[in-house]
């Protein structure tokens, strides 16, 4: 019987590649997306479409997800990433940006999972993708920081709530993918803050999945893949001896 396994933000950039992976292997994935599917049609692929950011749509999302067969792993992968100076500065325009982290990063996650309370197969999984920024935030993005340092504590209460029935575990990552729009001043001034010190990729995340879901051991734990960023000295030495 082949495996099962919801894969949210599942048809674009870290998810799309999760997608892709999990289908190569022989998986079932339901793939949720917002609004762009960039995945193939596949005999294995259902995707599911859902504004995360839309607490109404997130609850039809629910009950659409309460219809479909157990699963095996759900990836929280889902994200929402903006800058607080993109948000405008009027009172509704900031509260407007604080909830759509939110929604996505902490609403949607405990909405989803209840909703699969009672599908989840023998020895399941679920890995919930928080951030470097849980534990050294940025100013600049201060409602992302704050949601996906929600998101971490959640996960950790679900390895306590769901023990003995679904393993339970984070996944941080850094910097590990450029985008397009990234210049090479950008990723020079990024890479120089890791001790790797290259483009890891988004395979690095898939492996690390792979590894969380594979090992029946661990649970309630938090896997930094970052190339070192986190433990790297990130402050300019200004001195001389």
């Known amino acids: 019987m082949s495996r099962r396994i919801l894969i949210t933000g599942g048809a674009r950039r870290l998810g799309k590649t999760l997608t892709e992976h999990y289908l190569e292997q022989g998986w079932q994935v339901v793939a949720h997306y917002n609004t762009r599917n960039e995945l193939a049609p596949h005999p294995s692929l259902r995707v599911i479409q859902g504004n995360l950011g839309d607490n109404a749509d997130t609850i039809r999302l629910c009950v659409e997800l ?39 990063h902490v609403t949607a996650p405990m909405l989803i999972t209840q909703a699969l309370t009672n599908h989840w197969r023998e020895d399941a999984s679920m890995i919930v993708i928080s951030d470097i920024y849980v ?7 201060a409602a992302y920081c704050a949601s996906k340092a929600a998101l971490h ?18 996944l941080q990552p850094g910097p590990i993918q450029f985008l397009p729009d990234h210049d090479e001043a950008y990723r020079q001034q990024v890479l120089s803050q890791s001790l790797i010190r290259r483009e890891l990729g988004y395979g690095s995340i898939v492996k690390a999945c792979d590894y969380l879901i594979d090992n029946d051991a661990i649970t309630g ?21």
Request: hydrophobic share 40%; aromatic share 10%; net charge neutral.
């Open 66 to 104: 309460a219809k479909e067969e157990p699963f095996d792993v759900v990836i929280h992968n889902a994200s929402c990433f903006a800058t607080d100076s993109s948000a405008g500065f009027t009172p509704a325009e900031q509260a407007a940006h604080i909830n759509k982290h939110l929604n996505v």
């Open 135 to 141: 534990e050294i935030p940025n100013e600049r993005f």
């Open 221 to 241: 734990s938090a896997m930094r893949v970052d190339g070192g960023r986190f433990v790297a000295n990130r402050y300019d030495q200004t001195f001389s001896l």
């Open 153 to 170: 504590n959640w996960g950790l209460s679900m390895a306590q709530r769901l023990a003995g029935k679904v393993r339970v575990n984070m």
